[in-house]
């Protein structure tokens, strides 16, 4: 029976990072995946999804092409050769994974793995049946698309986000049922091809979870963009008709579409991993985990989408590095106050830090920095004007509690903001730092000076 010092199971984000820093730390590493290295979010999340994004990006670009004094022409759409640029660059990134496991001396196996105690687990594959023992074990197995009790998924006309991936075709008419980020991002695609998007949402808005300006600007650029948003209601039954399916909603709705989308949240994907055997506690499939990323077995830590804390693939990869921390001997806590979130709309959307509802129920003393895009010049270059970066700072010592953007290049604004809040850098030294011009960055200092009631181009 082979030993290593750390065993890896799931190849996701969380899991390909916590072998590639354990073999730099000199351990020996194995890896176990049923499936395709990467995980979801190499495979069905963010990476295709962004790859399929960028198409659309670059089709509505074009459709602007007249404003920038350039003809085109009539743009043609090769909806086989968007997936399957999507597909090289999903095989692509998949290959550098294997390249940096070979260099750093990573055994992976592929095969379907379950615990049997503490310390060893089983691993199926299609060719041998093998075990393995660990002195620490890392679960890392990811998550799956939530199917709703009463409407399974068909994986024709019922759809999971992962089948969506795979259509190689572009839909007529799509329902999306969940109006969080996965639905928006689907949205943006498939409206950006010339789908006809229908939204339904149980709460009452878009991105419930992100800052209520920034959900209502995102909806309302929906409607203009004819997409279809219906809010505060349950998708009830779903049934087979002519023109593909028909969705019955709770107020008494009936829509149309060729497809249906359900993409409502994710599960644990723990079934098969004897969690039980080792005596893992769970909850609703979750593992728990304590503030050093350990399961109730001691030497046995979980990281990524299966704790149930962040189901965020950065999040995987900072679990990671902590884990193989602790497992190398240092006692190192995780820290879940400034994540980054980020959904790439047209326009894109980030946040970080607090909102104002949780500025609320905190009692904070806080005040808004706003800006618009409208009044930046990069962005006009850019024609790309829709949007505003909202800021909350603390009015007792001006540090900077949340920040919420949307509009051109907010995933990569946000970076500065996480900074900035994770550092605790007041707002005053933000607009000290000089920005240069011109750049979307210069939007950040110029939301602070309007903070300061010293604005420079608003009024």
């Not at 799931?10 to 499936?35: N, S």
């Not at 990811?142 to 709703?148: H, M, Q």
């Not at 990569?412 to 730092?433: G, P």
Request: aromatic share 6%; hydrophobic share 40%.
């Amino acid at each position: 029976m082979e030993e290593y010092d750390v065993l890896i199971i799931g190849a996701g984000p969380g899991g390909y990072t916590a072998a590639l820093r354990a073999a730099q730390k000199g351990l020996k590493t194995a890896v176990v995946e049923k499936d395709h290295l990467g995980g979801v979010c190499l495979n069905w999340g963010c990476i295709p999804t962004k790859a399929l994004l960028e198409s659309a990006r670059h089709l509505n670009s074009l459709r602007k092409a007249d404003e920038f004094g350039i003809r085109v022409g009539d743009s043609q759409i090769d909806a086989l050769k968007i997936w399957q640029r999507k597909n090289q660059v999903v095989e692509n990134l998949r290959k550098g994974i294997e390249f940096l496991f070979k260099t750093k001396g990573v055994n992976f196996f592929k095969g379907e793995a379950t615990l049997l105690n503490k310390n060893t687990i089983e691993v199926i594959s299609d060719s041998a049946k093998v075990q393995m023992k660990a002195k620490d074990i890392v679960i890392a197995a990811g998550s799956l698309p939530f199917e709703l009790p009463n409407i399974k998924f068909d994986h024709k006309f019922i759809l999971s986000s992962d089948d969506t991936l795979q259509l190689n075709r572009i839909p007529g008419s799509l329902i999306i049922v969940g109006g969080g980020a996965i639905g928006c991002e689907f949205a943006a695609l498939f409206s950006s091809l010339g789908t006809k998007i229908t939204i339904v949402e149980l709460l009452k808005n878009l991105l419930p979870q992100e800052d209520h300006e920034i959900s209502r600007t995102l909806e309302t650029g929906f409607k203009k963009k004819g997409i279809r948003v219906v809010t505060g209601a349950k998708l009830e039954a779903v049934s087979l008709s002519e023109n593909g399916v028909e969705a019955s909603i709770s107020d008494e709705t009936r829509i149309n579409a060729e497809l249906i989308l359900i993409c409502v949240g994710r599960k644990a994907n723990s079934p098969e991993l004897g969690l039980e055997t080792a005596g893992i506690a769970t909850e609703k499939g979750w593992i728990r985990t304590n503030e050093y990323l350990r399961s109730s077995v001691d030497n046995i830590y979980a990281i990524g989408d299966i704790t149930g804390r962040l189901l965020l693939a950065h999040v995987a990869s900072y679990q990671a590095e902590i884990a193989i921390e602790n497992i190398s001997g240092k006692q190192r806590s995780v820290d879940y106050s400034v994540v980054p979130n980020c959904i790439f709309t047209f326009p894109e959307i980030a946040s970080v830090g607090i909102n104002e509802s949780r500025a609320k129920e905190l009692g904070v003393d806080y005040g808004i920095a706003r800006f618009p895009f409208r009044a930046l010049g990069k962005a006009h270059t850019a024609g790309e004007t829709e949007g505003f970066v909202k800021l909350l700072i603390d009015k007792k010592d001006d540090y900077i509690l949340g920040a919420h953007i949307i509009g051109p290049e907010a995933t990569v604004l946000i970076a500065e903001l996480t900074l900035a809040i994770k550092n605790r850098i007041k707002a005053s030294q933000v607009v000290e730092t000089i920005h240069a011009h011109p750049t979307f960055s210069e939007i950040i200092p110029e939301a602070i000076f309007a903070f300061f009631k010293k604005p420079l181009h608003t009024v």
